[in-house]
């Protein structure tokens, strides 16, 4: 009886958590949505930010390619160096000395903050490699930010492997390079994609790093990785923190949330399509 009575309220303490999580979510994105969609409009989505201060009439179309050649180019960098930190482990690496080391810093990046990271970033990459306030600057430093993600996603990704399947083809005299390519990728693949656009959504989302290494007030769409862009989430802080406009505010925050929400749709969709296979 003192069982069913514990096993009962775990039940209710879950059922509560989560109804309380998915409605606190639910109450804000609806409050977003519901601020945010008078703003919206075909000259506010294609239109560069307009009047006296600056934001309060016109569209954030710079602030939206800005957002997108960031997380794009650190998706990238992120990727590579992800992929191969992952592929070290998983294949390559024999000590275990040597192994938890690494896992040991990739966990101590994740947990950097991110406004640590900015300020590494500026000293580094706009400071001391002269890139100067860049987008260049700006994905270097968010790639830094969600390397651990790939990392450690991958890494994780590559163990739920059957060693059955490479030690049979190492047993064959096959390479490792050969293995991942031809075994272990078509099997893992929509899992490590999911994890990298995971990745690169929360870049799209982070203001802090950005602030001080390649966002600026205003700037055309990027042309060249050595310029300053405009990125929806500094755009969005300008103006709810300066009062410019809280009409526009919303209406960057619904864009930038539906930007989101495109890409862990993606995420969804991948994973849909490996239980199905």
């Known amino acids: 009886m003192t069982r069913d009575w514990k096993d009962i309220?775990?039940?209710?303490?879950?059922?509560?958590?989560?109804?309380?999580?998915?409605?606190?979510?639910?109450?804000?994105?609806?409050?977003?949505?519901?601020?945010?969609?008078?703003?919206?409009?075909?000259?506010?989505?294609?239109?560069?930010?307009?009047?006296?201060?600056?934001?309060?009439?016109?569209?954030?179309?710079?602030?939206?390619?800005?957002?997108?050649?960031?997380?794009?180019?650190?998706?990238?960098?992120?990727?590579?160096?992800?992929?191969?930190?992952?592929?070290y482990l998983h294949l390559y690496c024999t000590s275990r000395t040597l192994h938890s080391f690494i896992r040991l810093v990739v966990q101590c990046i994740a947990g950097i903050p991110s406004i640590v990271l900015g300020l590494f970033g500026y000293t580094f990459f706009v400071v001391s490699m002269?890139?100067?306030?860049?987008?260049?600057?700006?994905?270097?430093?968010?790639?830094?930010?969600?390397?651990?993600?790939?990392?450690?996603?991958?890494?994780?990704?590559?163990?739920?492997?059957?060693?059955?399947?490479s030690l049979a083809s190492f047993a064959l005299g096959v390479s490792k390079s050969y293995t991942f390519l031809f075994i272990v990728w078509p099997e893992r693949r929509n899992d490590i994609i999911s994890g990298i656009l995971v990745g690169t959504v929360y870049a799209m989302g982070a203001?802090?790093?950005?602030?001080?290494?390649?966002?600026?007030?205003?700037?055309?769409?990027?042309?060249?990785?050595?310029?300053?862009?405009?990125?929806?989430?500094?755009?969005?802080?300008?103006?709810?923190?300066?009062?410019?406009s809280v009409e526009n505010a919303y209406g960057t925050a619904l864009v930038l949330l539906a930007m989101l929400f495109f890409g862990y749709g993606i995420v969804f969709l991948l994973f849909r399509r490996r239980r199905e296979d």
Do not use: D
Not at 69 to 79: N, P
Not at 215 to 244: D, T
């Open 9 to 87: 309220c775990l039940q209710v303490w879950l059922y509560l958590s989560v109804i309380s999580v998915v409605g606190a979510a639910l109450f804000v994105m609806g409050h977003i949505v519901v601020r945010g969609w008078g703003a919206i409009s075909l000259e506010f989505i294609v239109a560069s930010p307009q009047g006296r201060p600056l934001g309060r009439e016109g569209g954030i179309l710079p602030a939206i390619t800005g957002s997108l050649a960031l997380g794009l180019i650190s998706m990238s960098v992120a990727s590579l160096l992800g992929l191969a930190t992952a592929l």
């Open 130 to 165: 002269g890139m100067g306030h860049s987008l260049l600057a700006g994905s270097l430093t968010l790639a830094i930010m969600i390397f651990p993600i790939v990392a450690i996603n991958t890494e994780k990704t590559l163990a739920e492997v059957q060693p059955e399947q």
């Open 207 to 244: 203001t802090a790093p950005i602030m001080l290494t390649a966002a600026v007030l205003s700037a055309s769409s990027p042309k060249s990785v050595f310029q300053p862009i405009m990125a929806l989430p500094y755009h969005l802080y300008i103006l709810a923190a300066e009062r410019i």
